[in-house]
């Protein structure tokens, strides 16, 4: 049974008005599924479901029908990435009707009280919850980033859960919120080298699918910056749902069950995933920044390209927050020929559509979802190696 305080009856009983009752019967049912005792109180929410790409017609109704029905949030809440970008739509190349449609999503959102930030790296602009703060997070590498490096505690919430939290400023207090569902059951020791973001994302990638269920434990890589770890984390959840994962030396919390299983990640693994993950072709598109680009990745960027010309389009994609405080570096990569692109990313924006086929990246999560979500090859490799084949 689910106890309620008498605010969260009254929500239930409609006596808040139709958008938090519509709210609290879906926090209540999620409750009810996870046999959650109680409901708790959540600092913020990160509302995934903003592309007209993944929701279409039948989201635009549904938030449509929201705020109509006068929804409004009561904690801090903010988007994940949507469509494209709102001011450079047209440089994108995005057709005319999807771009309408993305700005009516964007239109509800905000009408609720969202902030317009739309972006999967919130915490590389302030929203950085503290250790054991409850949030209700959904975008799968933001959940894995906040219950792993910073030590927040969220669920992998759905679009609509995250926007009933954020309606009703609570969740329920079940999986993950809960200490004793977040004890590793696995230590993997690092064996192969990892040198770049993208060695990391093609560990994550290959060990997601072979780990799914568990929270591994890292040892040996005690070199990981915030942005390696991203993109660990951001593959691992892509292949394998991996929502947590603890890093012997740098994540706040290390918590080891007694007798965990152990394997080691070694570098024929990290060779032949590479090699895998890469089609060897020519790409029409290089797209950085998946998760969303920190300041540092956009400046390594535009030390690459400096003074040359790009023989195929470039897209960083970052939030509209971290795109302002790159000016000096956006002058660099624009005279080179590419673009930094916000509130969006090469998953969630048409890029099949715009009429892309070939993609290089140096993210695993991009490398999982672009092939079947937006129909591309992959050129997969560093940084510094995509950028060098194409000037
Ligand atoms: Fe973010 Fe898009 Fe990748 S939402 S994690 S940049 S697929």
Redesign the pocket.
């Known amino acids: 049974m689910v106890l309620l305080t008498n605010e969260e009856q009254k929500m239930l009983d409609g006596k808040l008005g139709e958008a938090v009752q519509q709210s609290m019967e879906i926090l209540y049912a999620l409750a009810k599924i996870y046999n959650a005792e109680k409901f708790i109180s959540v600092s913020s929410a990160q509302i995934a479901g903003v592309s007209y790409k993944t929701i279409g017609d039948a989201g635009l109704e549904y938030l449509e029908d929201l705020v109509n029905k006068k929804a409004k949030v009561k904690i801090p809440s903010f988007l ?2 949507a469509g494209m970008d709102r001011l450079q739509w047209k440089e994108m190349k995005i057709p005319e009707d999807f771009a309408k449609n993305q700005l009516k999503i964007l239109e509800a959102y905000i009408s609720m009280g969202i902030k317009s930030t739309c972006t ?1 790296t919130p915490y590389f602009i302030g929203i950085i919850p503290k250790l054991k703060e409850h949030i209700a997070w959904s ?1 799968s ?1 933001a959940v894995s980033f906040a219950n792993s490096v910073l030590g927040a505690r969220t669920n992998r919430e759905g679009g609509p859960s995250a926007l009933a939290a954020a309606i009703c400023g609570i969740t329920p207090y079940y999986g993950l919120h809960l200490d004793e569902n977040r004890i590793s059951n696995l230590v993997i020791k690092v064996e192969s080298e990892l040198k770049t973001s993208n060695d990391f994302g093609a560990m994550g990638y290959a060990l997601g699918s072979k780990i799914k269920g568990k929270i591994p434990s890292f040892k040996q890589i005690n070199h990981a910056s915030h942005d390696n770890l991203k993109s660990l984390g ?1 593959a691992m959840a892509a292949t394998g749902s991996v929502p947590l994962y603890y890093v012997e030396n740098i994540t706040p919390e290390f918590i080891l069950g007694d007798s965990p299983e152990e394997i080691a990640f070694e570098q024929k693994e990290l060779n032949e995933i590479k090699e895998k993950l890469n089609s060897d072709s020519t790409p029409e598109l290089i797209a950085i ?4 680009a920190s300041l540092d990745e956009i400046k390594k960027v535009a030390e690459l390209v400096k003074n040359k010309k790009l023989k195929c389009e470039l897209w960083i ?1 970052t939030s509209s927050e971290i795109k302002e405080k790159s000016k000096e570096f956006e002058k660099i990569i624009n005279q080179a020929g590419g673009k930094i692109i916000a509130d969006t ?4 924006c048409p890029i099949e559509e715009i009429g892309y086929k070939i993609t290089g990246v140096n ?1 695993g ?2 490398a999982k ?1 672009l092939p079947g979500f937006n129909k591309q090859k992959i050129v997969f490799g560093d940084l510094e190696k995509l950028i060098k084949n194409a000037t």
């Open positions: 994940n990435p999967c975008e590498s951001a920044g998946c998760p969303h994609c990313c090469m998953v969630v993210s999560k991009a979802y």
